[in-house]
């Protein structure tokens, strides 16, 4: 049974999307010891530096979405299925920085989709709680694992039709955010594709780095940070960095 993960980058006008692919890269080879795909375009394809052994899919990204005033293209997951060479798939954010060997053991899950309802704000303040935000618990599409089959095919054609209509199931489930969000859409297609009953999760909160935080230093083993006046860092700790000035570190 072949096992990898699937990677999603897209440079935009303002942030370069590659640079924080390459760091994720070196890492997933360093510490997960995982085949790696990376979806992108050529455009994307042609700033990169040599990354060694790695798949390439190249796809045209779908415009439109954009995060604090900056365009954002990361509306394709729906494509991951499909695009994916492997029977079991880890598809991870390219800003989830695995400094650890943490995610490998999911690959070896019974389960036919997995993925996370909790991120873990790493500066104590707990800035994630996202229930208040919607009906629906929303979960992180950061990370997760999916296999190959019946049920994960489910899922995904669900998640087709959740973004063909997400403008209906934002106002169904009470969404506070109008923009689409992978978030969301598969909090929903889950829901939906599981017959509104519970579905599986991923047993771990994900290490998140809030987006007013700057990254001043990374090296193989971790990062440092600061917020306002408090410096900070990790050491052998995975880290979802919002702050995408961390393509210029």
């Given at each position: 049974?072949?096992k990898?993960?699937?990677?999603?980058?897209?440079?935009?006008?303002?942030?370069?999307?590659?640079?924080?692919?390459?760091?994720?890269?070196?890492?997933?080879?360093?510490?997960?010891?995982?085949?790696?795909?990376?979806?992108?375009?050529?455009?994307?394809?042609?700033?990169?530096?040599?990354?060694?052994?790695?798949?390439?899919?190249?796809i045209?990204?779908?415009?439109?979405?954009?995060?604090?005033?900056?365009?954002?293209?990361?509306?394709?997951?729906?494509?991951?299925?499909?695009?994916?060479?492997?029977?079991?798939?880890?598809?991870?954010?390219?800003d989830?920085?695995?400094?650890?060997?943490?995610?490998?053991?999911?690959l070896?899950?019974?389960?036919?989709?997995?993925?996370?309802?909790?991120?873990?704000?790493?500066?104590?303040?707990?800035?994630?709680?996202?229930?208040?935000?919607s009906?629906?618990?929303?979960?992180?599409?950061?990370?997760?694992?999916?296999?190959?089959?019946?049920?994960?095919?489910?899922?995904?054609?669900?998640?087709?039709?959740?973004?063909?209509?997400?403008?209906?199931?934002?106002?169904?489930?009470?969404?506070?955010?109008?923009?689409?969000?992978?978030?969301?859409?598969?909090?929903?297609?889950?829901?939906?594709?599981?017959?509104?009953?519970?579905?599986?999760?991923?047993?771990?909160?994900?290490?998140?780095?809030?987006?007013?935080?700057?990254?001043?230093?990374?090296?193989?083993?971790?990062?440092?940070?600061?917020?306002?006046?408090?410096?900070?860092?990790?050491?052998?700790?995975?880290?979802?960095?919002?702050?995408?000035?961390?393509?210029?570190?």
């Open positions: 049974m072949t990898g993960v699937l990677l999603f980058c897209f440079d935009t006008a303002e942030v370069k999307y590659h640079k924080i692919l390459e760091r994720c890269v070196a890492l997933v080879k360093k510490n997960l010891k995982l085949e790696i795909t990376v979806v992108t375009n050529f455009d994307t394809y042609k700033n990169l530096k040599p990354l060694g052994f790695i798949n390439y899919k190249f045209e990204p779908e415009l439109g979405n954009t995060k604090l005033g900056k365009e954002w293209r990361n509306v394709d997951r729906h494509l991951a299925y499909e695009l994916s060479p492997y029977d079991t798939t880890m598809v991870m954010d390219i989830y920085l695995p400094f650890s060997d943490n995610l490998r053991k999911f070896d899950t019974g389960y036919d989709f997995l993925i996370s309802k909790t991120a873990h704000d790493l500066t104590g303040r707990n800035t994630f709680d996202q229930r208040r935000w009906m629906i618990d929303m979960v992180w599409a950061t990370v997760f694992v999916f296999r190959k089959g019946k049920k994960a095919k489910r899922v995904f054609d669900t998640l087709k039709y959740v973004k063909d209509y997400y403008a209906y199931f934002l106002e169904l489930y009470r969404i506070y955010d109008k923009q689409f969000r992978n978030d969301y859409a598969f909090a929903i297609a889950l829901q939906q594709a599981n017959g509104f009953l519970d579905y599986d999760t991923l047993p771990i909160s994900l290490p998140t780095l809030p987006p007013d935080c700057e990254v001043l230093q990374i090296d193989d083993t971790g990062i440092a940070w600061k917020y306002q006046d408090q410096f900070n860092f990790t050491t052998d700790q995975d880290v979802h960095v919002l702050n995408k000035e961390l393509a210029n570190v």
